[in-house]
């Protein structure tokens, strides 16, 4: 899963090109960590990320490691899109931050299978997230 200086981003460009998922980023999200690799991903937990029961809601949780997903498949010359995403809720948060880190399970020619685990500011396991990734051809 080598990549070429070439064709990835760094974090920096990331930051700037991932700026445009105004989903993510006007509701916390921050891009921490990129690589070919792994991707990391933060929320700093907020009342607008409650739901009824003033627990968090899941689709928080569920954009988070998803925007963690993007960053790490995305930007290597070639995209990717969701094809089939699962999401495992484990416990329910504690603190004040999640973070997201995504990780190649097995990245293939025209697909990849990422981990990607959530975690709150104790260590705690929030979710697991598991997505499989369809790559695009380009040109």
């Not at 760094?10 to 700026?19: M, V």
């Not at 498949?73 to 973070?99: D, E, I, M």
Request: aromatic content about 8%; proline content about 1%.
């Amino acid at each position: 899963m080598e990549r070429t200086k070439q064709t990835d981003m760094d974090l920096e460009e990331a930051r700037t090109f991932f700026s445009a998922d105004r989903f993510a980023t006007e509701n916390g999200i921050v891009l921490e960590e990129r690589d070919g690799e792994h991707a990391v991903a933060s929320l700093v937990l907020e009342n607008r990320h409650r739901n009824a029961q003033g627990g968090v809601m899941g689709g928080a949780i569920f954009t988070l490691a998803d925007f963690a997903f993007a960053a790490l498949t995305n930007g290597h010359g070639r995209w990717t899109v969701a094809q089939q995403v699962s999401v495992n809720f484990l416990a329910a948060p504690r603190g004040g931050r999640l973070v997201a880190t995504a990780r190649y399970r097995k990245d293939g020619r025209s697909s990849c299978v990422v981990n990607v685990d959530i975690v709150d500011d104790a260590g705690r396991d929030v979710a697991q997230f598991v997505g499989t990734g369809f790559k695009l051809s380009c040109g």
